[in-house]
């Protein structure tokens, strides 16, 4: 009564007289069930309760599985086999054969179709026959998890969609899935592609999380536009798509961009003001009309000012050049130490003068007379390294 792992699908958990039963595996023909704690006796009888949730979501992914080999098949072509599968509770997956990963249109045309076998609800019934007999009348593709022994096998015929040799649980309805999600696609070796998805409970939850992802982003880059879920779901793929990451990590990839950029128009009015340099303000004026494109213009904007900085800074040394007489010291507004050592030795060594330098992070200064180079740091840092050729100090 209790399913053993077996054809990718997990064992059921439940309880045995009240004991619960942890693991189930089948061994030498015989079904062990493992209960840690049990007060079992041989001659006794036994009550067992399979726990029917968990046996639900893990039915629910092994019919939807038959679903999207059959949707793929249709999709793809007739090269598509079973390569792998594997059915646990919160997730499904089925390998197939095909040379690459899938686009996401194709995705979301398998998903589409399976989505619509669902809802066509078919009659999914099983089917003991004699196997030469089940292979004259549906041929060799029957066997999508390999060929079972015996002479007689066990079909799964999902009425007009799918029929292939199986001894999983299944549903008697296709409706009974209730709701499927492809959650991701990856090729996982030569020629094989992996196919990621959820049914039931399961689906349900994460097109929820999907909801919460788009509500959060929503929020963070300020859009507003009415939705149905569908679009919702597409936009939160659009925007994962837009900054390459995974969508359960878009909400603190937004927060870091939006920090980020924020940090780096910063850095930029900083440095403006000190070269004395007007600064357009740039690409702020855009006026984005969907999620992924406001992403895409929080993308360029954090890209814009991180430019803008690194081209202000390559500015610094021909400003201090202009400003420097022999004993020279200006707060520069950044934190790339690395470049004012470079622009203090060299200007100091080119005007044989004292150019001190105090960046965000602390300052440096070189002198090329008899100066001590690390007086003009003293005031200002406790710890200043040195003498008087050169000295720096850090915060
Ligand atoms: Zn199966």
Same mark, same amino acid.
């Given at each position: 009564m209790f399913y053993p792992q077996g054809g990718g699908q997990r064992y059921d958990v439940g309880k045995i007289n009240g004991n619960q039963v942890e693991e189930v595996q089948k061994h030498s023909g015989a079904v062990l069930h493992r209960t840690p704690n049990h007060d079992l006796k041989e001659g006794k009888s036994i009550k067992g309760v399979v726990n029917g949730e968990k046996r639900k979501q893990l039915t629910q992914h092994h019919s939807t599985t038959h679903m999207v080999n059959a949707a793929a098949r249709e999709e =793809?072509?007739?090269?598509?086999?079973?390569?792998g599968a594997s059915k646990k509770l919160e997730k499904a997956r089925l390998d197939i054969t095909h040379y690459e990963k899938p686009d996401q249109d194709t995705l979301d045309e398998i998903e589409g179709k399976v989505r619509e076998t669902i809802q066509e609800d078919h009659k999914i019934n099983v089917l003991e026959m004699d196997k030469s007999e089940a292979e004259q009348e549906y041929g060799f593709r029957i066997y999508q998890g390999g060929a079972p022994p015996g002479n007689t096998i066990r079909l799964i015929d999902i009425e007009d969609v799918d029929i292939e040799a199986c001894g999983g649980t299944h549903l008697t309805q296709t409706s009974h899935a209730e709701e499927f999600i492809v959650t991701g696609c990856k090729r996982i070796q030569d020629g094989v592609v992996r196919l990621e998805y959820k049914a039931g409970k399961a689906a349900e939850e994460y097109i929820s999380t999907l909801l919460d992802i788009y509500e959060d982003s929503k929020e963070i880059l300020e859009i507003d536009r009415p939705l149905n879920d569908e679009d919702k779901r597409q936009e939160v793929r659009d925007l994962a798509k837009v900054f390459s990451v995974e969508k359960k990590d878009l909400k603190k990839t937004l927060e870091r961009f939006v920090e980020e950029k924020k940090d780096f128009r910063d850095k930029r009015d900083r440095l403006a003001d000190f070269l004395e340099i007007e600064e357009r303000e740039s690409p702020e004026e855009r006026k984005p009309a969907s999620l992924s494109e406001a992403g895409e213009l929080l993308f360029d904007q954090r890209m814009f000012y991180e430019k803008r900085v690194e081209k202000l800074e390559s500015r610094i040394e021909e400003y201090v050049e202009e400003k420097a007489d022999e004993d020279t010291v200006l707060e520069v507004p950044t934190e790339n130490i690395g470049l004012l050592i470079q622009v203090t030795q060299k200007l100091s060594s080119m005007k044989s003068a004292r150019i001190t330098l105090i960046g965000d992070k602390g300052g440096v200064s070189a002198s090329e *007379? *008899? =100066?001590?180079?690390r007086e003009p740091l003293k005031e200002r840092f406790k710890d200043v390294q040195g003498d008087k050729g050169f000295a720096k100090a850090f915060n």
């Open positions: =793809l072509g007739e090269h598509i086999y079973q390569a *007379n *008899n =100066l001590d180079a």
